[in-house]
């Protein structure tokens, strides 16, 4: 079984910094892809950043410059460093993971409970 377990959210003033880590656990043979998804009130979820397992970034063109998404390979943890936050980043942040479980090695996306990001104007 695999957990996928983000932390870090909170409240926070605009132009403030935030740090989310995303951690996974279980009978895991090896991780991929790790992202972070954001979802607001009334909106669907949307990718904010993705790292894979070599290291590669992609992000989406609203966090650019501000959010940075690294990872940790022996502690199975991704981050998002949240800089110049917004009001408009206030969301829900989800966690997902491409993952090969054990003992089948087979390929799942598992995805955390999520963490409130509250940016107040």
């Known amino acids: 079984q695999v957990q996928v377990v983000e932390s870090g959210g909170g409240l926070v003033q605009t132009g403030g910094s935030l740090t989310l880590s995303c951690h996974a656990s279980?009978?895991?043979?090896?991780?991929?892809?790790m992202r972070w998804y954001w979802q607001a009130p009334g909106r669907q979820r949307e990718l904010v950043a993705e790292?894979?397992?070599?290291?590669?970034?992609n992000y989406a063109d609203s966090v650019k410059g501000r959010f940075t998404i690294s990872r940790d390979n022996a502690k199975n943890t991704v981050y998002l460093q949240m800089n110049s936050l917004r009001p408009e980043d206030t969301a829900v942040y989800y966690c997902n993971a491409d993952l090969r479980t054990l003992p089948d090695r087979s390929l799942y996306t598992h995805w955390g409970q999520g963490t409130q990001v509250t940016v107040s104007s």
């Open positions: 790292i894979t397992n070599g290291g590669t970034t």
């Open positions: 279980g009978s895991i043979f090896r991780i991929y892809a």
